[in-house]
Protein backbone atom coordinates (compact mmCIF):
# COMPACT_ATOMS: atom_id res chain seq x y z
CA UNK A 1 0.00 0.00 0.00
CA UNK A 2 1.48 3.26 -0.72
CA UNK A 3 1.10 6.41 1.48
CA UNK A 4 1.28 10.19 0.53
CA UNK A 5 3.83 11.55 2.82
CA UNK A 6 2.53 14.83 3.09
CA UNK A 7 -0.31 13.26 5.48
CA UNK A 8 2.53 12.49 7.83
CA UNK A 9 4.20 15.99 7.51
CA UNK A 10 1.92 17.69 10.24
CA UNK A 11 3.16 14.68 12.51
CA UNK A 12 6.68 14.98 11.91
CA UNK A 13 7.11 18.71 11.79
CA UNK A 14 6.40 19.23 15.23
CA UNK A 15 9.12 16.65 16.33
CA UNK A 16 11.70 18.06 14.20
CA UNK A 17 11.13 21.22 15.65
CA UNK A 18 11.82 19.73 19.23
CA UNK A 19 14.61 17.81 18.49
CA UNK A 20 16.42 20.99 17.17
CA UNK A 21 15.31 23.14 20.25
CA UNK A 22 16.59 20.33 22.10
CA UNK A 23 20.06 19.99 20.21
CA UNK A 24 20.44 23.58 20.32
CA UNK A 25 20.42 23.52 24.19
CA UNK A 26 22.99 20.86 24.11
CA UNK A 27 25.08 23.22 21.78
CA UNK A 28 24.72 26.14 24.17
CA UNK A 29 25.61 23.79 26.93
CA UNK A 30 28.92 22.53 25.53
CA UNK A 31 29.91 26.62 24.66
CA UNK A 32 29.10 26.48 28.75
CA UNK A 33 26.52 29.17 27.96
CA UNK A 34 24.80 27.39 30.86
CA UNK A 35 22.09 29.99 31.92
CA UNK A 36 21.09 30.42 28.27
CA UNK A 37 21.24 26.61 27.63
CA UNK A 38 19.37 25.87 31.07
CA UNK A 39 16.07 27.84 30.36
CA UNK A 40 16.31 27.04 26.91
CA UNK A 41 16.19 23.09 27.64
CA UNK A 42 13.64 23.47 30.46
CA UNK A 43 11.34 25.26 28.21
CA UNK A 44 11.76 22.52 25.80
CA UNK A 45 11.56 19.43 28.62
CA UNK A 46 7.97 21.34 29.28
CA UNK A 47 7.11 21.58 25.82
CA UNK A 48 8.12 17.38 24.98
CA UNK A 49 5.99 16.18 28.27
CA UNK A 50 2.96 18.26 26.76
CA UNK A 51 3.35 17.37 23.28
CA UNK A 52 5.19 14.10 23.26
CA UNK A 53 4.49 12.54 26.71
CA UNK A 54 7.04 11.97 29.24
CA UNK A 55 8.21 8.51 28.04
CA UNK A 56 8.84 9.52 24.44
CA UNK A 57 12.74 9.40 23.47
CA UNK A 58 12.68 13.01 22.55
CA UNK A 59 11.43 14.19 25.56
CA UNK A 60 13.58 11.30 27.51
CA UNK A 61 16.90 13.19 25.12
CA UNK A 62 15.84 16.60 26.13
CA UNK A 63 15.99 16.00 29.51
CA UNK A 64 18.96 14.21 29.39
CA UNK A 65 20.78 17.34 27.66
CA UNK A 66 18.95 19.39 30.77
CA UNK A 67 20.64 16.76 33.65
CA UNK A 68 23.87 17.53 31.66
CA UNK A 69 23.71 20.93 31.60
CA UNK A 70 22.99 20.89 35.34
CA UNK A 71 25.75 18.50 36.34
CA UNK A 72 28.16 21.02 34.14
CA UNK A 73 27.60 23.70 36.44
CA UNK A 74 28.41 21.50 39.78
CA UNK A 75 24.52 20.34 40.73
CA UNK A 76 25.44 17.14 41.25
CA UNK A 77 22.31 16.56 43.48
CA UNK A 78 19.62 17.92 40.79
CA UNK A 79 21.61 16.33 37.88
CA UNK A 80 21.19 13.22 39.91
CA UNK A 81 17.54 13.64 40.42
CA UNK A 82 17.08 13.71 36.86
CA UNK A 83 18.69 11.08 36.05
CA UNK A 84 17.10 8.80 38.09
CA UNK A 85 13.87 9.83 37.05
CA UNK A 86 14.66 9.18 33.31
CA UNK A 87 16.70 5.63 34.27
CA UNK A 88 13.11 4.50 36.34
CA UNK A 89 11.19 5.44 32.57
CA UNK A 90 14.13 3.63 29.99
CA UNK A 91 14.35 0.54 32.16
CA UNK A 92 10.43 -0.01 32.37
CA UNK A 93 10.31 1.41 28.90
CA UNK A 94 13.03 -0.03 27.02
CA UNK A 95 14.58 -2.58 29.03
CA UNK A 96 17.13 -2.76 31.38
CA UNK A 97 19.89 -4.01 28.72
CA UNK A 98 19.26 -1.27 26.18
CA UNK A 99 22.28 1.26 25.54
CA UNK A 100 19.86 3.82 26.25
CA UNK A 101 19.47 2.51 29.67
CA UNK A 102 22.69 1.88 30.33
CA UNK A 103 24.42 4.80 29.46
CA UNK A 104 21.91 6.11 32.00
CA UNK A 105 23.03 4.40 34.62
CA UNK A 106 27.05 5.45 33.75
CA UNK A 107 25.80 8.98 34.23
CA UNK A 108 24.18 8.16 37.34
CA UNK A 109 27.50 6.57 38.97
CA UNK A 110 29.34 9.99 37.59
CA UNK A 111 27.32 12.00 39.78
CA UNK A 112 27.28 10.11 42.51
CA UNK A 113 30.87 10.23 41.92
CA UNK A 114 31.11 13.93 42.59
CA UNK A 115 28.47 13.79 45.48
CA UNK A 116 31.58 11.75 46.98
CA UNK A 117 29.01 8.57 47.43
CA UNK A 118 31.65 5.92 46.69
CA UNK A 119 30.29 3.11 47.42
CA UNK A 120 27.26 3.68 45.55
CA UNK A 121 28.54 4.83 42.79
CA UNK A 122 30.91 2.03 42.60
CA UNK A 123 28.46 -0.44 42.96
CA UNK A 124 26.34 1.15 40.36
CA UNK A 125 29.32 0.91 38.12
CA UNK A 126 30.20 -2.55 38.32
CA UNK A 127 26.88 -3.17 37.94
CA UNK A 128 26.90 -1.31 34.70
CA UNK A 129 30.41 -2.60 33.36
CA UNK A 130 29.05 -5.99 33.68
CA UNK A 131 26.22 -5.33 31.29
CA UNK A 132 27.95 -3.32 29.01
CA UNK A 133 30.17 -6.32 28.52
CA UNK A 134 27.63 -9.19 28.01
CA UNK A 135 25.48 -7.19 25.83
CA UNK A 136 27.47 -4.58 24.23
CA UNK A 137 30.93 -6.70 23.97
CA UNK A 138 34.38 -5.32 25.54
CA UNK A 139 35.37 -3.04 22.85
CA UNK A 140 31.96 -0.97 22.35
CA UNK A 141 32.78 2.60 23.43
CA UNK A 142 30.19 2.33 25.86
CA UNK A 143 31.68 -0.34 27.46
CA UNK A 144 35.44 1.64 27.32
CA UNK A 145 33.29 4.52 29.08
CA UNK A 146 31.97 2.50 31.49
CA UNK A 147 35.30 1.22 32.62
CA UNK A 148 36.68 4.65 32.57
CA UNK A 149 34.40 5.46 34.93
CA UNK A 150 34.97 2.84 37.46
CA UNK A 151 38.40 3.63 37.25
CA UNK A 152 37.63 6.80 38.05
CA UNK A 153 35.37 6.00 41.01
CA UNK A 154 38.67 3.75 42.09
CA UNK A 155 41.03 6.26 42.42
CA UNK A 156 38.94 8.79 44.33
CA UNK A 157 38.67 5.78 46.93
CA UNK A 158 42.56 5.08 46.68
CA UNK A 159 41.92 1.80 45.10
CA UNK A 160 44.75 2.74 43.08
CA UNK A 161 46.11 -1.03 41.59
CA UNK A 162 42.82 -1.56 40.24
CA UNK A 163 42.23 1.87 38.65
CA UNK A 164 44.99 1.83 36.57
CA UNK A 165 44.49 -2.22 35.66
CA UNK A 166 40.99 -1.06 33.89
CA UNK A 167 42.50 1.80 32.87
CA UNK A 168 45.06 -0.17 30.70
CA UNK A 169 42.75 -2.70 29.30
CA UNK A 170 40.84 0.44 27.56
CA UNK A 171 44.48 1.88 27.04
CA UNK A 172 45.65 -1.32 25.04
CA UNK A 173 42.02 -1.03 22.98
CA UNK A 174 42.93 2.83 22.10
CA UNK A 175 45.95 1.86 20.69
CA UNK A 176 44.95 -0.58 18.31
CA UNK A 177 41.42 0.69 17.44
CA UNK A 178 42.16 4.82 18.17
CA UNK A 179 45.59 4.66 17.45
CA UNK A 180 49.00 6.15 19.46
CA UNK A 181 47.93 9.94 18.97
CA UNK A 182 44.79 9.85 19.38
CA UNK A 183 43.87 12.68 22.55
CA UNK A 184 42.09 9.74 23.82
CA UNK A 185 44.49 7.66 23.83
CA UNK A 186 46.66 10.26 25.71
CA UNK A 187 44.35 10.75 28.22
CA UNK A 188 44.50 7.50 29.47
CA UNK A 189 47.88 7.85 29.53
CA UNK A 190 47.89 10.60 31.71
CA UNK A 191 45.27 8.88 33.92
CA UNK A 192 47.97 6.79 34.57
CA UNK A 193 50.53 9.15 35.20
CA UNK A 194 48.04 10.82 37.82
CA UNK A 195 47.38 7.34 39.37
CA UNK A 196 51.65 7.29 39.54
CA UNK A 197 51.31 10.61 41.19
CA UNK A 198 48.91 9.89 44.02
CA UNK A 199 50.92 6.98 44.85
CA UNK A 200 53.84 8.85 45.60
CA UNK A 201 55.86 7.94 42.32
CA UNK A 202 56.84 11.56 40.82
CA UNK A 203 59.47 9.89 38.67
CA UNK A 204 56.64 7.68 36.81
CA UNK A 205 54.02 10.55 37.18
CA UNK A 206 56.34 12.96 35.33
CA UNK A 207 57.69 10.36 32.62
CA UNK A 208 53.66 9.12 31.88
CA UNK A 209 52.76 13.17 31.38
CA UNK A 210 55.23 13.82 29.00
CA UNK A 211 54.25 10.95 26.73
CA UNK A 212 50.88 12.13 27.05
CA UNK A 213 51.74 15.71 26.32
CA UNK A 214 53.92 14.26 23.15
CA UNK A 215 50.88 12.55 22.11
CA UNK A 216 48.10 13.93 21.40
CA UNK A 217 46.80 15.22 24.94
CA UNK A 218 46.98 18.78 24.02
CA UNK A 219 44.97 19.00 21.05
CA UNK A 220 42.15 18.48 23.03
CA UNK A 221 43.07 20.13 26.63
CA UNK A 222 45.19 22.89 27.78
CA UNK A 223 47.84 23.28 30.55
CA UNK A 224 46.07 24.91 32.62
CA UNK A 225 44.24 21.41 33.10
CA UNK A 226 47.37 19.86 33.93
CA UNK A 227 49.01 22.71 36.26
CA UNK A 228 45.69 22.47 38.00
CA UNK A 229 44.83 19.16 38.49
CA UNK A 230 44.81 18.44 42.10
CA UNK A 231 45.92 14.73 41.06
CA UNK A 232 49.14 15.96 39.97
CA UNK A 233 49.84 18.11 43.60
CA UNK A 234 53.08 15.80 44.66
CA UNK A 235 54.44 17.11 41.17
CA UNK A 236 54.26 20.78 41.96
CA UNK A 237 57.29 21.02 44.08
CA UNK A 238 59.86 19.76 41.61
CA UNK A 239 61.66 21.86 39.33
CA UNK A 240 61.32 19.75 36.27
CA UNK A 241 56.98 20.66 36.84
CA UNK A 242 57.50 23.97 35.51
CA UNK A 243 59.64 22.85 32.05
CA UNK A 244 56.95 19.99 31.67
CA UNK A 245 54.44 22.90 32.06
CA UNK A 246 56.03 25.00 29.27
CA UNK A 247 56.66 22.32 26.69
CA UNK A 248 52.95 21.43 27.26
CA UNK A 249 52.10 24.91 26.37
CA UNK A 250 54.41 25.17 23.47
CA UNK A 251 53.07 21.86 21.87
CA UNK A 252 49.33 22.76 22.71
CA UNK A 253 49.73 26.18 20.93
CA UNK A 254 51.11 23.94 17.74
CA UNK A 255 48.75 21.40 17.62
CA UNK A 256 45.87 21.10 15.55
CA UNK A 257 42.63 21.42 17.68
CA UNK A 258 39.14 19.02 16.90
CA UNK A 259 36.18 20.24 15.64
Not at 150 to 157: D, G, N, Q, S, V
Not at 251 to 258: C, L, Q
Request: hydrophobic residues 40%; contains cysteine; glycine residues 6%.
Amino acid sequence: METDDRFFLPRLQPLITLRVVGDLGADLELQSRYAEAEKLLRDAVGVDRRVLGPEHQVTLATTNNLAACIYSQGRYAEAEKLLRQMLETERRVLGPNHITTLSLMDNLALALRQENRYPEAEALERETLDADRRVLGPEHPLTLLATETLALILKREGNYAEAEKLIRQVLDVQRRVLGPSHWQTAESIYNIGCIAAMQGNRNKALLLVRDAVDHGFMSHYDATVIEQDTDLTLLHGDPRFPALLAHARQVAAAAPKPN
